[in-house]
C-alpha cells in the first residue's frame, strides 16, 4: 500500500488514481437495489477527470454488466472475486483462471452430504446439482445430475448449507487450503471457493499491468471480507463505514455507512 497516510476522507484531497475499484453489494448499492442518483453523479465526476471506475465483486458476470451500466462504469469489470475480467464495450470476457473442481467437490460432499453445490464456468453459466436462488449472485443457473458438476473447468465452486447455521463452513476452509475461500452466513450458510492465489486484488493487478497503471495510484472502495485484499493492495483502500470493525487493518480510511452514499462521498473527496 502506499506511503500515504489518511485520517478522514479530507486527505483525500491530494491524491489523484489513475484507477477506482468498487465493491458492489453493501458498498456500491445495498442488495439487489438500485444505483442511487448520488454515486451515478460522483462516478461521472471522476470520469471527466480522467479517472477510470472499475466494478471489482463477487457476483458473476450476468449480474455485474447491469449494475455496472446504471451506475455509468463502462469501462471494466473484475468479476467471481477476481477469477473472471470483462471487458464493458463490447462486452466480451478477456481472462478467466479456472481450476478442475472434480477433487475438491468429491472431498466436500464427503463431509456435508446434504449441502447444495454449484460450479460456475468460464463463461459464467451456474450448475447446480439442487437448486438455489441467489439473485446477486448470478442469474444463470442449470440444475444438473452431481456427476456433471465435475465434467468442465471451473471458476468458482459454491457450497450451500441448512445444516451449518449455527457453525458455518469455515471448518472446511482448513481442509480446503490449496485454494480462495470465503465463506458466511445468512439465510443458509455459504462457502465460495476459488482458484489457488486468486483474489480481488490479483486480477485488478493484472488489469493494472494490462492498462500500464501504477498500482500506487488506485483506490479500491470494499466492505467484507474478500475485499481484504483489494483494500491492502491499492493505493488507497477505503472501508464502508459499516463494515467489522475486524476489517479497518486492511484500509486507510472510512467513509460513511451507506451503500452508494459512502462511495459518493469517497469519489467526490478526490480532488477537493
Known amino acids: ?60 458476470r450476468s449480474t ?7 451506475a455509468g462504469m463502462t469501462d471494466w469489470a473484475v ?41 460456475e464456468s468460464v463463461t459464467g453459466l451456474f450448475r447446480t446439482n439442487r437448486a ?36 458455518g463452513l469455515g471448518f472446511l476452509a482448513e481442509q480446503l487450503g490449496l ?3 470465503v465463506f458466511g452466513t445468512g439465510d443458509v450458510a455459504w462457502m465460495d471457493i476459488g482458484p489457488k492465489g486468486v483474489s480481488k486484488a490479483t486480477m485488478l493487478a493484472r488489469l493494472c499491468e494490462r492498462l500500464d497503471i501504477d498500482p500506487a495510484r488506485t483506490m479500491a472502495i470494499g466492505d467484507s471480507m474478500n475485499d481484504r485484499e483489494m483494500l491492502r493492495w491499492a493505493g488507497v483502500g477505503v472501508l464502508m463505514g459499516h463494515a467489522s470493525p475486524s476489517m479497518r487493518p486492511y484500509a486507510d480510511v472510512v467513509t460513511t455507512p451507506t451503500p452508494g452514499l459512502g462511495v459518493a462521498a469517497a469519489l467526490n473527496a478526490i480532488g477537493g
Open 132 to 167: 438455489f436462488t441467489h439473485a446477486a449472485l448470478t442469474e444463470e443457473v442449470r440444475e444438473v445430475p452431481f456427476k456433471m458438476l465435475m465434467e468442465e473447468p471451473a471458476i468458482r465452486l459454491v457450497i450451500r448449507s441448512d445444516d451449518h447455521l449455527d457453525e
Open 179 to 181: 485454494h480462495s475461500v
Open 64 to 70: 455485474t454488466t447491469p449494475v455496472c451500466r446504471a
Open 1 to 60: 500500500m502506499t506511503e500515504l497516510r489518511l485520517s478522514d476522507l479530507t486527505d483525500l484531497h491530494g491524491f489523484r488514481p489513475q484507477l477506482i475499484a468498487l465493491d458492489i453489494d453493501d458498498t456500491l448499492i445495498e442488495h439487489d437495489g438500485p444505483v442511487h442518483e448520488s454515486v451515478v453523479d460522483a462516478i461521472a465526476r471522476v470520469r471527466d477527470m480522467g479517472i477510470m471506475v472499475v466494478a471489482s465483486t463477487g457476483r458473476s
Open 79 to 119: 468479476c467471481s472475486n477476481g477469477a473472471l475480467l470483462v471487458r464493458l464495450q463490447p462486452e466480451e470476457i478477456v481472462e478467466s483462471i479456472a481450476f478442475d473442481p472434480s477433487d475438491l467437490l468429491t472431498r466436500v460432499r464427503e463431509i456435508v452430504p446434504n449441502a447444495s453445490f454449484g460450479v
